[in-house]
């Protein structure tokens, strides 16, 4: 690389975040464009002082955004490395990455290799990668399948580019459900009962990626859960368990990266999956696992049979890392629980933690199974005893009791907002439930404004099999602004059947 | 979706060239994002006027760029438009598009049928998928390959989005060349020869898109190329041939949005390459196509079983369409004539028109075969006689004529530039040429300015088994600056062998 002087350029910030890849704006006519022939896409090598980054050119014309000797990059840089503007910096043409030469390998069939694994993850960690070719990536893996092998070569190339938290020998556990059920919020439930029976519960969870809430937005509405590792630690010392923010903890990067895109292209291949799941526990810890994989027509898993295979695949990979799981399979056919949308679902978990006399008997079920078996799991006990257990620790309020103390612990509980404006979808005849789109539901949250408007989402009111009169509310929108809750009832009412409602069977 | 006022916001120009994908530049405060929730990679759609696009959000924060109630659209469709500034847009979420569901079929192992394509291309075209969309539809199609049928039907699709050039009844020959070997610009002469022998050759040709020169780019050093379909129509009615820039006439606009970023990934599968190519051929009207496969170990095509396998793909692809196809195996171990970048490829093309005692012989010879096996395709008549025609079109003067002619009618011949700054390659030891790496080469030529530089390049002095003397001119590159051709040497001199020298076999 030639680094005479005639490459530097003054860096100025434009305030433009195009999230996950890395731009460099450079005026068209700029004279280190022209003398490095650097064409729209190029990537290129930026050095500013001692720190070095990748990043794709794109070409500004006119003076509106730059004077001459002016580039600018893009947002998330700037908030990463604290520059102040006016850095110099320097710009030279990226070589080729080897790593790519094995994507475009797996493209045409071969098996990818630990250190081919290595190199790609560390260089998507590094943010080498464009989205082009984390979607070749990611497209890859999905046409051409993961082998087991492979899949633990990838789970652990994550792992090694994150952070990762030693808690010595104690027993982490922990538990993790493959989404795609609204309002399925077991977690801060499930880690208040383990943790008030005495075992160790450091949970991570992750925000919403296209779902209308996380358990970390969830969360976020009753407690502080953007905590750094030194604060979660001293948290859990205190109180045996906590519900935070994985992205603050910063335990899987690359992998937040994949999300992004797997988010724009809708696939979620088993093995990406699988070491999504796993790259993220293996870093926080964890020693033992329960897998809850709800099944239903409109959840991600759809079938029994794509349960067993991924169940398979997740104990297979888990193994290869010494993690006890056990896996459980549960109804995947309707929401959990009443509300869908961070807020909403905050007041359903309070409701069964202290046992209020209305609390969804299901949400309480489910919670109650998971901690159960987690208990059995962590045990060694026979089945059933770990139930019991999670049972009288619920219902003698020492799971809501410990609940509000890891609140406290982790900055301080606070009451979930209730929304401005809400309106009733009502049966248009009478009958039965006879089915629930899972999918349009989320969706309807969403266009209310969960997960971004905290206490916006759906209130969801009727069960499969229930009988209904003419005019009995369904569900309620619950929005922040006229215009959202507007927005979200031309999706209900025009043009999607959200509840079929059918004759009796 | 919602059309209230409330999602309006005002257009400004801020001169930012995204190159493939339309990105939507909004304030992350802007109160459309807000109510409508717009993260980050959302894509929405934009109602200017009676215009509608689909573009990817980008958000912008501070005051540098937007005020409260603008937004920003990338350059292209600026430019494609011809908005002022201050247009009033709407933007309003995007529906899922229905082909990214067949995109994941095919992801998953599924056929792609001819309205699945037809539905996938017709979005590509309309500028609907995200750069992440289309390297998954690449990918896809090159990990799962495609079907002849399945090519039969992305062809067609390509060809149904652009526009068609109607020749009537005409013949109309045409060649291509399957890229990879640095300096192989025999259309210019094919084309001539064949004119002049009163064949119809409306040739369509692209710029460099991974090379040092495109045929348009060499062409364009010699006469104007910007041709639109009416004005290129009446160069063909007056001497039965040109040579133009394809990208000017929009033959096959979904090809030319997929290329660039195969470009990036630098996958170039068997069924996107013959649905590239023949979209091309048919939309330019062509009915009898030769094909110059080039084998070489760093040719595109490597071995002959590759060639084989795409010569058959291209002829059972072309028979659909019924295009009468010739495919020529040739050569691809080491670069064609002397010169590699625009001009120097040109001035050696000139030479060969016009008989230069030192025109490059090879050159000759590809061309003058090339043009005999169209001349035999389009008579049918027996193989040898075109070849035999076409020697004598050429070594009589009337191709070199009937060139000059069509430069004239083209809008004027010029005289291609000459670089101000040389310097040679030297062999460092007696010694004979055992291989020549083409890609470094081409590399080195790019590096050096080609072909963004039309002056600039490599001219290459020596041939495979050539016997050299210690000090003997390997290369000379040619550069229109001090720091290109320090940077070309850099990549030369220090890190990467061109030409191998071994002992005499």
Request: with cysteine.
């Amino acid at each position: 690389m030639s680094n005479t002087k005639s490459n530097t350029l003054r860096l100025k910030r434009l305030g433009i975040d195009t999230h996950g890849e890395t731009v460099l704006f450079m005026r068209d006519d700029c004279h280190v464009c022209l003398s490095e022939g650097l064409a729209q896409h190029t990537r290129v090598q930026v050095d500013i002082g001692q720190t070095s980054l990748v990043a794709t050119v794109n070409h500004v014309s006119g003076n509106i955004l730059l004077q001459r000797g002016e580039a600018g990059l893009s947002e998330h840089a700037w908030r990463q490395h604290g520059w102040m503007g006016d850095e110099l910096i320097r710009v030279s043409h990226l070589d080729a990455l080897n790593s790519l030469s094995q994507v475009r390998g797996k493209i045409f069939g071969k098996r990818l290799t630990q250190p081919q694994l290595s190199n790609i993850i560390s260089d998507i960690a590094a943010k080498k990668y464009s989205n082009i070719h984390l979607a070749a990536f990611l497209t890859a893996c999905a046409a051409r399948g993961l082998e087991i092998s492979e899949t633990v070569d990838l789970t652990q190339s994550m792992v090694d580019v994150g952070q990762r938290i030693d808690w010595g020998n104690t027993k982490i556990v922990d538990k993790h459900c493959v989404g795609g059920l609204p309002g399925n919020r077991t977690t801060p439930i499930v880690v208040a009962i383990v943790a008030a029976c005495g075992f160790t519960m450091p949970k991570t969870s992750s925000r919403a990626i296209t779902s209308p809430a996380g358990t970390a937005d969830m969360m976020e509405t009753l407690a502080p859960v953007d905590l750094d590792i030194a604060t979660m630690r001293r948290v859990v010392e205190k109180e045996n368990g906590c519900i935070v923010w994985g992205g603050s903890v910063d335990l899987s990067p690359a992998d937040d990266i994949l999300i992004a895109v797997e988010r724009a292209l809708e696939i979620d291949s088993e093995g990406q999956l699988v070491a999504s799941i796993l790259s993220k526990k293996i870093a926080a810890g964890s020693t033992h696992l329960v897998l809850d994989l709800p099944v239903g027509a409109t959840a991600k898993i759809r079938s029994l049979k794509d349960a067993e295979f991924l169940g398979k695949m997740l104990r297979d990979v888990a193994n290869a890392f010494d993690i006890k799981t056990a896996i459980i399979q549960s109804d995947g056919s309707q929401p959990v629980g009443r509300g869908i949308g961070p807020a909403l679902e905050a007041r359903d978990v309070l409701s069964v933690l202290n046992n209020a006399v209305d609390a969804p008997q299901d949400l309480k079920q489910r919670a109650v199974t998971l901690a159960g078996a987690l208990i059995d799991l962590a045990e060694k006990s026979k089945s059933g005893g770990g139930n019991q257990l999670a049972l009288e620790t619920l219902e003698n309020g020492k799971a809501w009791n410990k609940f509000q103390r890891i609140c406290d612990a982790q900055g301080g509980m606070r009451q979930p907002p209730s929304a401005a404006y809400h309106q009733s979808l009502k049966a248009a005849h009478n009958g039965v439930v006879h089915s629930i789109d899972n999918r349009r539901l989320a969706k309807l949250a969403k266009l209310a404004g969960a997960p971004d408007v905290p206490a916006a989402g759906v209130d969801f009111h009727v069960r499969l099999g229930e009988v209904l009169q003419n005019g009995q509310d369904l569900l309620t929108v619950h929005a922040q602004t006229k215009a959202a809750l507007e927005y979200a009832f031309d999706y209900v009412s025009a043009r999607k059947v959200i509840v079929e409602i059918g004759e009796p069977k």
